[in-house]
């Protein structure tokens, strides 16, 4: 499981990713406001912890924000202010759960993994654009009836790219949902990674679907 956890606190956020790395569970660190909504439109996420607190702006505006883009991921609110107001206030913003610091450790590990198990809402399992097919589920995906083969990394892309069918993604938006805070984007590693995926996903296929927007970065559809 993947979670998203927006703290400001950098030596928590170090002592919780441990923590959870040990349970089998990957943190997604996001330090600020913005940070932590650009990482909650990105990625897929088992849960997401908002502290309240934050550089930018609140964890509640945050929580508002991200269920008003349809995000349907369990909120999991993270903080000193623990009192029945501010409780209130962050399950009326769409918040699932509210565990006040200090905390245990077990805790929250509890909490999160519960909140994991909750059902999300339907949401679309198949995609079907020309001749290629896809299990979202799944993750199955076959052009033409041939199945192809994809690695952690290129799903990670082609997921990203097929969830905005028709719109233009860019390198930020891709190395944000792809990898870690401490990619180098200098380097040529996302170039190589779309040119393995078009390999799959295009090559010896009509129509073409995955483009190159000068400029702009990559666009998915026909």
Same mark, same amino acid.
């Not at 090559?203 to 129509?207: I, K, T, W």
């Given at each position: 499981m993947r979670i998203l956890l927006v703290e400001d606190d950098t030596e928590l956020t170090k002592i919780l990713a441990? @923590?959870?790395r040990e349970h089998h569970i990957e943190v997604v660190p996001a330090g600020d406001f913005g940070e932590g909504q650009r990482r909650a439109a990105l990625g897929q996420y088992g849960v997401i912890i908002l502290d309240v607190m934050l550089p930018g702006g609140d964890g509640f505006e945050l929580c508002r924000r991200i269920r008003s883009k349809g995000i349907d991921t369990p909120i999991l609110m993270l903080t000193a202010r623990g009192g029945v107001d501010d409780r209130v206030v962050g399950l009326e913003a769409g918040a699932d759960d509210y565990l006040a610091k200090p905390f245990a450790f077990r805790e929250l590990l509890a909490r999160v993994r519960a909140l994991s198990r909750r059902q999300p809402a339907i949401k679309e399992e198949r995609k079907i654009v020309a001749d290629l097919e896809v299990d979202l589920r799944a993750r199955e995906v076959k052009r033409s009836g041939n199945v192809i083969d994809l690695t952690a990394k290129e799903?990670?892309?082609f997921e990203l790219l097929i969830e905005n069918e028709g719109s233009v993604i860019n390198r930020t938006q891709i190395t944000e949902r792809v990898w870690d805070e401490n990619h180098d984007p200098f380097t040529n590693v996302l170039e190589v990674l779309v040119r393995r995926l078009r390999r799959k996903i295009d #090559? @010896?296929? #009509?129509?073409k679907l995955i483009h190159t927007i000068r400029g702009a970065g990559y666009r998915f559809g026909i």
């Open positions: 441990s @923590g959870f799903w990670d892309l #090559e @010896g296929y #009509e129509p």
